[in-house]
């Protein structure tokens, strides 16, 4: 079985650029979590679905950044406009929603905002 | 707020040794995860704990779950080279699905 699906896997641009991010979660998944690496913070819940539907955007760092998830085999993360502390790795997970909640994360996209 | 505390940060040993890390959280958790990170890599699910006094193992690895204590452990049995990676202990706050990673434990087993 295919897991979490994550692309670009690597992407480089300039400040001021809007980069998009996309995941594929795992087939009959219905949560679906976009996480932030970065040496300083450690790893940190942006935001969260749940059926499609966003649960928890607490994490967002900022206006600059948005999340949707149109169906429940896609989603995005928008970042517009992209400054250089946007650098880090951006990792998705996907799980069923039920009492375990096991988390599944795909390979992750490192950014780098030049 | 759920807090999580690591320790240790850094951990270097000996093939052969026995080690334990620790993870604290500051509020009620009803559930406990394990990852595991390798340099360059994504995180791989080691252990899910999902009640008081829960003990999983696997290999040389063993975690356990006190949620009166607010501790997990995740215990190294007679390390070899390739447990060298960075663990992560993630609770769930309160009863929803988000987890809170703790900053991980870099483990470096030497020969």
């Known amino acids: 079985d295919a897991g979490v699906i994550q692309s670009p896997r690597h992407e480089v641009t300039e400040m001021g650029q809007e980069v998009t991010l996309r995941c594929k979660p795992i087939?009959?998944?219905?949560?679906l979590f976009w996480y932030r690496q970065t040496m300083m913070r450690g790893l940190e819940l942006l935001i969260y679905?749940?059926?499609?539907?966003?649960?928890?955007d607490s994490g967002m760092p900022e206006d600059r950044f948005s999340a949707k998830m149109p169906n429940a085999s896609f989603s995005t993360l928008k970042i517009q406009p992209s400054e250089p502390r946007d650098s880090a790795v951006y990792f998705c997970?996907?799980?069923?929603?039920?009492?375990?909640?096991?988390?599944?994360f795909g390979p992750g996209t490192r950014l780098t905002v030049l | 707020e759920l807090k999580v505390e690591q320790n240790p940060l850094f951990l270097s040993m000996q093939e052969g040794k026995n080690y334990t890390i620790y993870c604290n959280y500051s509020?009620?958790?009803?559930?406990l995860y394990w990852y595991r990170q390798d340099p360059g890599k994504s995180l791989e699910s080691l252990f899910v704990?999902?009640?008081?006094?829960a003990v999983k193992q696997e290999g040389r690895l063993m975690a356990s779950l006190d949620t009166k204590a607010r501790l997990s452990t995740l215990h190294i049995t007679a390390a070899v080279h390739d447990l060298s990676a960075t663990y992560f202990c993630a609770p769930s706050q309160g009863g929803s699905e988000k987890l809170v990673f703790g900053k991980g434990t870099k483990l470096t087993v030497n020969p």
């Open positions: 509020t009620t958790s009803d559930r």
């Open positions: 997970a996907s799980s069923l929603r039920q009492w375990v909640n096991e988390q599944f």
């Open positions: 704990l999902l009640s008081n006094g």
């Open positions: 087939s009959g998944h219905n949560s």
């Open positions: 679905f749940n059926n499609n539907v966003p649960i928890d």
